[in-house]
């Protein structure tokens, strides 16, 4: 399970949405819930969300990420995910092209719309982002040597695209 994306306080209330780290009080409990419930943001394995946790770039990259990914049930009731209609044909009015070269990554990359289930849980949301062009291997901002596991800085969220 990925680690957590968004950071508030902690109380020793009663828990929320399952985090035994976010009380029923927190100022950000039904944003937290939330963004759970639509699949944006995970808690830690060990029941915790991690509201004082700082972000890092792995983590702020699959939220970008996981932000316009919806679930769906096929016709033989199999659950599948897949990119939000809706946040793609605006993604495509914007800038024409960039949903192909998204559809094509997909392909490429064999991403699966998760997280990895071994190894290092963002590989999968890093390797889209390079092949998909919203990264570029030539960024001095993101080489692909950068280090995602590092917090991430308002000066690099902003340098995300290119």
């Known amino acids: 399970m990925s680690p957590p994306v968004l950071s508030v306080g902690q109380t020793a ?40 946790d700082i972000v890092q770039a792995d983590q702020l990259l699959a939220m970008i990420y996981r932000a316009h990914i919806r679930e769906y049930t096929d016709s033989n009731g199999n659950i ?4 939000d209609k809706e946040w793609f044909d605006r993604a495509e009015a914007y800038q024409p092209g960039f949903t192909w070269k998204l559809v094509n990554a997909v392909i490429t990359t064999g991403f699966e ?9 963002a590989q999968p949301f890093i ?13 001095t901002a993101f080489p692909p040597t950068y280090d ?12 995300f695209r290119k």
Not at 28 to 52: C, N
Not at 80 to 83: E, L, S, T
Not at 113 to 121: H, V
Request: aromatic letters at 18%; a positive charge; zero cysteines.
């Open 13 to 52: 209330e009663a828990p929320a949405g399952g985090f035994r780290d976010v009380p029923e009080t927190h100022w950000a409990r039904e944003t937290i819930e939330k963004a759970v419930q639509l699949g944006i943001v995970e808690g830690y394995p060990d029941g915790r969300f991690g509201p004082e």
């Open 80 to 83: 599948r995910r897949d990119w």
């Open 113 to 121: 719309f998760q997280a990895a289930k071994t190894g290092y849980w």
């Open 127 to 139: 390797d889209l982002a390079y092949e998909s062009g919203y990264l570029s291997r030539y960024s």
């Open 148 to 159: 995602f596991r590092k917090p991430i800085t308002r000066f690099r969220i902003f340098r």
